[in-house]
């Protein structure tokens, strides 16, 4: 029996699954568009969120003649963590019969994580690998020609990005959260089924259901900001259950205000890459010209 504190429900294991799938089921109606022969990128990285969304998106889309799902996984060169959740990522792939494609940022970027934090030890490791990520999940959504890319991003995800853009005022990345509503020509919109699922649930949702998973951690999340947001919110949730789901709720209701203030910048081709950018050059690149610049310092 499981106690959902937020809604002060009682569940046993059946009735906690249709709960959850329920919910997945009203986010896909809300946030698909689907024309014919419709193709979702779904971004597995082998851990729970991502295999769960990857499980659901293939039960409740798998048999439909007008959809066709794929995996696509990023190895950031994370020697501690990345091979194990890779094999997680394939052999899940294989069970849902999807087609399951790997990028490396060594391939990408010429750099792998362990190399950037050695390279530049003082920095936040996250703030060039969430780049180097979106870069990546990108290429590999355009490679398989995707009309959605998936992602496994639950409530608390969600809600910690929100407080994040917030803490930072940065309204244009704020406004430009998925899930996404137009396309901007060159970026795959996100789909992102397990927005409203707090993390737990969708954890106990992968236990119940026998979803195997890697659980480990990057050993440089603990230096990510997001940690103290997370802490925030776990407080704010813990003194008023629910407080996740109104801070969702409150930014829902702002997002098209946000939209209208903040507009979809013109993007054109990166001078270096020829990926989609609002400057010159793509911060990816830019990121890539920074290393390179530090490794010939230290030389
Ligand atoms: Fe990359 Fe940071 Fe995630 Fe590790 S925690 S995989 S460094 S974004
Ligand atoms: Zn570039």
Not at 13 to 40: C, M, N, T
Not at 98 to 121: C, F, N, Q, S
Not at 124 to 137: D, E, M, Q, T
Not at 247 to 268: C, F, H, I, M, Q
């Amino acid at each position: 029996m499981t106690f959902i504190r937020y809604s002060g429900s009682h569940l046993c294991s059946d009735h906690f699954k249709a709960y959850v799938e329920k919910r997945v089921k009203r986010e896909i109606r809300r946030q698909l568009r689907l024309s014919r022969g419709s193709k979702i990128a779904c971004a597995l990285s082998g851990g729970k969120d991502s295999s769960v969304a990857a499980y659901l998106l293939h039960q409740i889309l798998g048999k439909r003649r007008d959809v066709e799902l794929s995996a696509v996984t990023v190895d950031e060169g994370i020697a501690e963590y990345r091979p194990a959740s890779l094999e997680h990522a394939e052999r899940l792939s294989k069970q849902l019969g999807l087609e399951h494609r790997v990028i490396t940022y060594k391939e990408l970027v010429g750099w792998e994580m362990d190399a950037v934090v050695a390279a530049d030890p003082e920095t936040i490791p996250c703030s060039y690998c969430g780049v180097f990520r979106r870069k990546a999940l990108n290429v590999l959504a355009n490679l398989v020609d995707a009309d959605y890319l998936a992602t496994g991003l639950n409530l608390d995800d969600t809600v910690q990005s929100i407080m994040m853009n917030m803490g930072r005022a940065d309204l244009d990345k704020l406004a430009r959260m998925g899930p996404h509503e137009s396309v901007q020509p060159g970026l795959v919109p996100r789909l992102q089924p397990l927005r409203t699922i707090p993390e737990k649930e969708v954890y106990l949702y992968a236990l119940v259901e026998g979803i195997e998973f890697y659980d480990g951690t990057c050993p440089y999340a603990e230096r990510a900001e997001r940690n103290r947001y997370r802490e925030v919110i776990h407080v704010l949730e813990k003194d008023a259950p629910g407080t996740r789901h109104s801070l969702l709720s409150t930014y829902e209701a702002l997002k098209p205000l946000l939209v209208e203030r903040y507009p979809p910048a013109d993007l054109s081709p990166c001078e270096k890459c020829g990926d989609p950018t609002v400057n010159r050059v793509c911060k990816a690149c830019q990121l890539v010209g920074q290393l390179a610049r530090l490794s010939q310092a230290a030389q």
